[in-house]
């Protein structure tokens, strides 16, 4: 994976964060290419490093232009880049995110994002069935505390309508979304190393993924689905 993200890549995204207008955006195009380039040349490396032990179907890298028809900031522009890695096949599930952002808020993560309603029914019915200990056993494994802490994602204050305050899994059935992330300095994105770092990143997310794909792809006796 010889790819990696120049620093010129990191200072046109600095740029354009000061600059965020079109005028500036026009008059510094061949930045923009030069950087565009250099952006899907490391996406591709990290693709082909992620395809030696998952199957992906395809790898996403969204425009830098912002959709301002319901934003309130509308400048026209992201001022970083980010990509999707999209597992392939209905029996694999779990997304791969990557953002590029200079000041230390570059992310390599992935997970459930605002799962559709019979997706989080299932999950929640797996969740109580067995009292939240699988997935519990999976993130508290040391590597993937080390790399990424706890579960994020959007919770209920209380409790679903379907489960009571006091169930044993209650902090789990609690989640409407669940990922992981870990940020990197620009020194670590710069590093020629960076996408062996991001696909190492992207394996401890794997046991998880997994697990979800288990279950979501069976009912709640374990009878497949697809």
């Not at 207008?21 to 490396?45: G, P, Q, S």
């Not at 990143?201 to 009878?223: A, C, H, Q």
């Amino acid at each position: 994976m010889p790819a990696s993200i120049d620093k010129s890549n990191l200072t046109f995204l600095r740029a354009i964060a000061k600059n965020n207008n079109r005028e500036w955006f026009a008059e510094n195009k061949a930045k923009y290419t030069d950087a565009l380039e250099n952006t899907k040349a490391f996406v591709e490396a990290v693709k082909l490093g992620l395809e030696k032990t998952d199957e992906i179907e395809k790898a996403k890298l969204f425009r830098i232009y912002k959709d301002v028809r319901f934003s309130k900031d509308k400048t026209p522009y992201k001022s970083h880049w980010s990509c999707s890695f999209t597992r392939a096949g209905a029996r694999l599930r779990g997304g791969y995110y990557l953002q590029i952002k200079p000041g230390g808020d570059s992310m390599v993560g992935g997970g459930f994002y605002n799962p559709n309603p019979k997706d989080l029914k299932r999950i929640r019915e797996e969740f109580k069935q067995d009292e939240g200990k699988a997935i519990t056993k999976i993130v508290n494994r040391k590597k993937f505390q080390e790399t990424f802490g706890d579960m994020l994602g959007d919770k209920v204050k209380t409790s679903p309508r379907e489960y009571t305050v006091d169930d044993p899994a209650i902090d789990w059935l609690r989640h409407k979304s669940f990922y992981v992330m870990k940020k990197y300095k620009d020194s670590d994105v710069t590093d020629p190393n960076f996408a062996k770092e991001v696909v190492a990143t992207f394996k401890v997310i794997r046991p998880w993924f997994d697990y979800m794909s288990e279950v979501l792809t069976t009912d709640v006796n374990g009878v497949s689905l697809i």
